[in-house]
């Protein structure tokens, strides 16, 4: 069973292009949301920061990357 982050189920080693939210009231972007492309899953839990307040944001959707970019 692949991992689950949010709801949502990622393979490990994977790409995905990925909308997130800042939930962190005290931040400048509290409830702004960001699409980030290109974010690898790493084990299966991809992580994206807030740049602001350094906290994980929350994912609110995710999409695999077809095709999967080359690994350099
Ligand atoms: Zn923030």
Do not use: H
């Amino acid at each position: 069973m692949s991992p689950s982050v949010d709801g949502f189920n990622f393979d490990p080693a994977t790409f995905y292009d990925i909308t997130v939210r800042d939930d962190n009231a005290a931040c400048i972007n509290y409830e702004q949301t960001f699409d980030v492309s290109c974010v690898y899953s790493n084990a299966g839990v991809p992580r994206v920061q807030c740049g602001r307040c350094g906290k994980p944001m929350t994912i609110i959707a995710a999409t695999r990357l077809d095709p999967q970019p080359e690994m350099s």
